[in-house]
């Protein structure tokens, strides 16, 4: 009786456990010895990182540290080892619309298909070194990122560490698809209006998995038209204290002045895009604390699919005033959040973000390294990663050459390591 209830047990924790990751087992620990170490804050040359399991144990000068009995060491020469880059923005249920415009995937793709490119998404952004992300909204596919985060975790695919913002949520009549007035459509997001709807909704999303609750605080009400402010400030500080209550922060995208600033007194964490933010309203969120993901690649790459010959032809007026928008954040000392939107273009090309905010944004590359280590750690509350200190997570990326000199080493990863266990090899 005793034996078969023990077995009974033994198989339900196996079930709860999962399948064995793919990956074979991890030696027990690794000395890596690479040329330097960023530690999420600045270069150490000559360190060295011990990690035991999944975590990392130790990290100084190489001389300081030796391998315990059945460490694998591993030399890396010539590279810089440094924390998981953590993505600030992505979608992995979108795929860049100049394959599929958005409404048609919303409308045309199944879910089964968005989910198994997801699968594939989720796996270049870890082979592109980046081990987190914080993934803001299924556009359309419900609830699929809960399933995906679960499959992640589970090792039956491979995939970063995600944050999951599961729908999001729209004004009534103010999101898309749109296409005769007289037909509704599904929407890319849960449609509320007024506090009660709103209440609900983020219990809802918050209840089925949402990490985040995400609010688009301003929308464009026709393909082409003008964004407008579209929840009213009561309606948006109480989807604000009913995502607190349940212990979720609150992101919001809004590019208009007034988006952002109801946005930023009702109480949300981070503004995504705010590409006419003005000096006035980045004050503002400087003094609440609110931090601005400005995507700039999201902008440079659509702006491209509708024909922008980018180096030939003369720069777009919104790009003119994106480039404005940022250095007014900076100027006013908001903190950035480092993530680019992507799915509008490639997954894995995620790095295009980093490039573009070092090479067209004035920001120097390690302050660009900074944000999509340590900083996006901080701001997104995940104090167990974004560095290399004993005791956080072995997520760790090997990439050539100095990455605080010279942004585009980010591009050529050559090794990653995620929870102690390596995902891409050097030779691979
Ligand atoms: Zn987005």
Redesign the pocket.
């Known amino acids: 009786m005793h034996r078969l209830l023990a077995r009974c047990l033994l198989g339900g924790l196996c079930l709860l456990a999962g399948p064995a990751p793919a990956q074979s087992a991890p030696p027990a620990a690794w000395l890596l010895q690479p040329a330097a170490v960023f530690d999420g804050q600045a270069l150490h040359p000559g360190w060295a990182v011990l990690v035991e399991g999944s975590r990392i144990k130790a990290v100084g000068p190489a001389a300081q540290l030796s391998a315990p009995a059945g460490a694998q060491v591993l030399p890396l020469p010539g590279l810089t080892l440094l924390p998981g880059l953590i993505e600030g ?1 992505s ?1 992995l249920l979108l795929h860049p619309y100049n394959e599929t415009s958005w409404d048609d995937q919303v409308l045309r793709e199944s879910q089964a298909l968005r989910v198994a490119r997801a699968t594939e998404h989720a796996r270049r952004t870890l082979q592109a070194g980046f081990t987190t992300a914080r993934d ?2 299924t556009e359309g596919a419900d609830y699929a990122d809960v399933g995906l985060k679960q499959a992640i975790e589970q090792g039956i695919i491979p995939g970063p560490r995600l944050l999951i913002a599961t729908r999001a949520l729209v004004a009534t009549g103010c999101y898309g698809p749109k296409l005769s007035p007289e037909v509704a459509v599904p929407q890319g997001a849960q449609e509320v209006s007024g506090v009660d709807e709103i209440i609900r909704a983020v219990r809802e999303q918050v209840g089925r998995g949402a990490d985040v609750v995400k609010v688009y605080a301003d929308y464009r009400l026709s393909a082409g038209g003008p964004a407008v402010p579209t929840f009213s400030q009561d309606e948006l500080s109480v989807l604000v204290a009913t995502a607190r209550g349940l212990g979720r922060p609150v992101v919001a ?1 809004a590019s208009t002045p007034e988006g952002m600033r109801r946005a930023t007194l009702a109480g949300v964490e981070t503004i ?1 895009h705010g590409d006419q933010g003005t000096a006035e309203v980045f004050r503002l969120m400087k003094q609440r604390g609110v931090a601005l993901c400005p ?1 700039v690649a ?1 902008g440079d790459a659509i702006l491209q699919y509708r024909g922008w010959r980018k180096g030939q032809d003369a720069e777009p007026e919104r790009i003119s005033q994106k480039k404005a928008s940022v250095a007014a954040a900076h100027k006013a000392g908001v903190s950035l959040v480092v993530g680019g ?1 992507v ?2 273009f490639p997954h894995g090309d995620n790095v295009r973000e980093l490039e573009l905010l070092v090479r067209e944004y004035g920001l120097t590359p390690l302050e660009v390294l900074r944000g999509a280590t340590s900083g996006n750690a901080r701001l997104l509350h995940l104090p167990d990663r974004g560095q290399v200190q004993p005791g956080l997570l072995a997520d760790l990326v090997a990439v050539p050459g100095d990455p605080t000199q010279d942004v585009g080493a980010l591009r050529r990863v050559q090794w990653v390591m995620k929870g102690g266990v390596v995902i891409k090899g050097l030779r691979d």
């Open positions: 923005h979608h803001l909204g995208h995504e995507t999201a939107d799915g509008v």
